[in-house]
């Protein structure tokens, strides 16, 4: 079995829905045992779902990773259940709350940054030390094709991405002597909440150019004329998190039909 997690856990932030969803999925389906933390429960009926039909062991934890606190004791929840071998930092936002995407408000920035960024350092922060004391451990940030070609976004949302690229290749360098190895994917165009909460809120501003995911919109900017779905993303993520990629590091692999090539 190509990239095969029995017997290994993985913790994925915002693993409940969408992009995350389709990540557990796919580390369930290669035997991954399953943390999975999201901003409330309203998934976890979902996750029991998917571990039930795979025979995986799994735990859910309401966890904002802006919150300090919330994020030590979600991980100190989650060590107590099991040694922990992956780390997805998955959980993400592209604006406030009521954002459009046409105005750089202040709040946009801050909340784009503290959840992107910041939320993610929280968290690898809190799983590190456990990883370091094992001498063992795989960490995947998601990025997005927005840090290499911000059309379609706004500025914080493609600085952020950017960031997490930058912290990647910063830990891999850092703890790869603990071997630890630490990669970014960066998505490109998927059809989550996350995509159709931004097409109505351009809808509502009178965007006519909104429907990224018709064939010909798609084959404009990727060769392969397809959108991504959250299991492509999580095939990547799950290969990553296996030893079949053990000498892979620091790197931020797009999957994106071909949108960007560097």
């Not at 779902?49 to 994020?71: C, G, H, P, R």
């Not at 790869?176 to 630490?182: A, D, T």
């Not at 397809?226 to 492509?232: I, L, M, N, S, V």
Request: overall charge negative; aromatic content about 6%; glycine content about 10%.
């Amino acid at each position: 079995m190509l990239a095969d997690l029995s017997g290994k856990t993985a913790i994925i932030t915002g693993g409940g829905q969408g992009l995350g969803f389709g990540i557990s999925t796919k580390m369930a389906q290669q035997g991954a045992n399953l943390i999975i933390t999201d901003i409330d429960d309203r998934n976890k009926s979902a996750i029991s779902d998917l571990a039930s039909k795979y025979d995986t062991k799994f735990l859910y934890i309401e966890m904002n990773v802006t919150d300090q606190s919330q994020v030590e004791n979600g991980i100190n929840e989650a060590l107590e259940f099991s040694e922990v071998d992956i780390l997805v930092n998955n959980a993400g936002v592209a604006g406030a709350p009521g954002s459009t995407g046409t105005v750089w408000r202040d709040e946009d920035w801050d909340f784009t940054w503290e959840v992107n960024v910041k939320g993610l350092h929280r968290v690898t922060e809190a799983v590190l030390p456990h990883m370091i004391e094992r001498h063992s451990g795989k960490i995947i940030n998601i990025s997005s094709v927005a840090a290499r070609a911000a059309k379609y976004t706004t500025s914080y949302y493609a600085t952020t991405k950017m960031a997490v690229i930058a912290y990647t290749q910063a830990l891999a360098r850092e703890f790869g002597s603990k071997n630890i190895n630490v990669n970014a994917i960066a998505p490109g165009r998927i059809l989550t909440n996350f995509h159709k909460e931004w097409v109505e809120n351009r809808k509502k501003l009178g965007d006519t150019k909104t429907d990224l995911f018709t064939k010909e919109a798609l084959g404009q900017v990727m060769p392969l004329g397809r959108a991504q779905t959250p299991e492509d993303i999580g095939a990547l993520a799950t290969f990553l998190a296996s030893e079949d990629a053990k000498n892979i590091t620091g790197q931020t692999i797009q999957c994106d039909g071909g949108q960007v090539m560097a």
